[in-house]
């Protein structure tokens, strides 16, 4: 541009400070044009101006919290440069926020008691109470980039800097401070096409080194009871396992069952420790869920239970078991439902191994309830509600008073009904992990044959029945005649 027209202006602008534009100053002179008290405010503040000797700005104003312009600008901001996109339902909302926030008006505590659960809500009401509402302050610098002696023109102001702070005390500046950057560059559209260079600087007064000092031993003192306060909930240390003992924390969640023949259905479970496994007192080995609906999910009726619950237990390395594989904590649960008349039927018994590997397991367990032959059954089934149910519930599996060598279950007759679906995050401690002796290699030895024991549960089995019968083998090969022994040998 020509000399005459090289301008350089800079301006140190403070949090709300108000620089009035030329449009602004020409605007309020006229007390005619004043519609608000803050246009009427304005008007008196121009007036100060003009009797002292103007203002000392030329092209670098603001716009306030206040200013009409800020409410407009955030309502008309749009994602992209196209002319015809059409600002979503979230944008909208979003950028009232600070609108909104103002305009909110207290609730009295009568109509607050009334309307605690909204039974049928609309989807105006969803919309409006999922929606982020954090109250914000903005404020706006701008520039006059009109042509050399023709300041005032609105299409002609441009926004070089939007600062805004919310109510956590987050500020934002936007564009970030020059720095050791190049200058902003605003390129006007026209036939000159003029290039506008700007900087945007931190004039804020340093704190000083005692300020610092002070600021930093008040930080030092709240981290300190902060972290006094979370000692006192978690303990001075981590607690440690004993050596050879492994720790094990179930967090699981009874997520749904399916497939079931009536409604209504809630969830009764309990934890079996086999031997040399333990549990703290405060442990409960049991529960019962809610009575949940079922609702209809494709071919199927699910209830979705979403019940929590947490294990925690232990497991002690004996010398007896250094040879035999130990068992692994059981858990069994039954399925039942209740209707209208408080008649409730069993739907189902099932049981499954907790996983022996840590992290995420999605376990989905089939059912089964006993059945007696005949209509009687079912109509007393259907009419009166009950049916056979177990004694002992660990029947599923091995039942815990069985002490023979084979358990039958000739002529029981079962019918297969639905699933029902676990959620289980397990965590494993054991010091035997930190520890650099034989104790750990022992440990792990008895982690390995638990991992296998769960992984492949038909092993187990297969081991037991071998040394069954090898025992028998040497049991008769002991009561059989030597001399036949010795005979049978030659021949061989």
Not at 60 to 71: E, G, L, S
Not at 106 to 134: G, M, Q, Y
Not at 419 to 443: D, G, I, P
Request: include cysteine; hydrophobic fraction near 30%.
């Amino acid at each position: 541009r020509p000399p005459e027209e090289d301008e350089e202006e800079a301006a140190e602008v403070g949090w709300q400070e108000k620089l009035f534009s030329q449009f602004e100053v020409d605007l309020y002179q006229n007390e005619s044009a004043c519609q608000t008290p803050l246009d009427r405010q304005y008007h008196e503040e121009i007036l100060k101006l003009q009797r002292a000797g103007g203002r000392k700005n030329c092209r670098i104003f603001t716009y306030t919290d206040h200013d009409r312009f800020t409410n407009l600008e955030e309502h008309c901001q749009k994602v992209t440069d196209s002319h015809h996109e059409v600002p979503s339902y979230l944008a909208e909302r979003m950028a009232n926020v600070r609108r909104r926030r103002q305009d909110r008006r207290p609730i009295e505590a009568s109509s607050l008691k009334s309307k605690i659960i909204t039974w049928e809500p609309s989807e105006e009401f969803i919309k409006n109470n999922h929606v982020i509402n954090t109250p914000v302050q903005t404020m706006y610098i701008m520039g006059d980039l009109g042509p050399y002696g023709k300041l005032g023109h609105r299409e002609y102001e441009h926004v070089l800097c939007t600062i805004k702070v919310d109510g956590n005390g987050v500020i934002t500046v936007k564009p970030d401070f020059t720095g050791t950057k190049g200058a902003y560059r605003i390129e006007l559209d026209g036939e000159k096409r003029e290039v506008w260079k700007y900087t945007i600087e931190n004039a804020s007064v340093q704190v000083q080194p005692e300020e610092e000092e002070r600021e930093q031993c008040v930080f030092r003192d709240l981290y300190g009871r902060h972290k006094e306060y979370l000692s006192g909930l978690v303990g001075s240390e981590f607690e440690m396992t004993l050596p050879g003992t492994l720790r094990l924390f179930v967090n699981g969640e009874i997520v749904s069952a399916q497939g079931y023949e009536y409604d209504n259905l809630y969830v009764h479970f309990f934890l079996e420790l086999p031997n040399q496994w333990s549990s703290p007192t405060f442990q409960q080995l049991s529960g019962v869920t809610q009575t949940c609906a079922t609702k209809t999910v494709g071919w199927d009726n699910v209830a979705h239970f979403c019940y929590p619950f947490t294990l925690e237990m232990f497991f002690t390395q004996g010398d007896e078991s250094e040879d035999s594989l130990p068992q692994w904590p059981v858990l069994y649960f039954e399925v039942l439902s209740l209707d209208f008349w408080q008649r409730y039927r069993v739907e189902g018994y099932g049981s499954l191994v907790l996983p022996a590997s840590p992290g995420l397991h999605m376990l989905t367990i089939p059912t089964w309830r006993p059945v007696e032959l005949g209509t009687v059954a079912e109509l007393r089934r259907f009419f009166i509600g009950g049916s056979p149910e177990l004694e002992d519930i660990t029947y599923v599996r091995i039942p815990s008073t069985f002490k023979g060598e084979r358990l039958s279950r000739f002529g029981f007759r079962t019918e297969t009904t639905g699933s029902v679906t676990f959620r289980l995050y397990c965590l494993q401690q054991s010091k035997a992990f930190l520890e650099t002796s034989a104790l750990r290699q022992r440990m792990q030895s008895v982690l390995d044959r638990l991992g296998g024991f769960s992984q492949q549960s038909s092993v187990y089995n297969v081991l037991e029945a071998f040394q069954r019968a090898r025992r028998r083998m040497q049991e008769a090969r002991e009561s059989l005649p030597q001399d036949l022994i010795n005979t049978s040998a030659s021949t061989v």
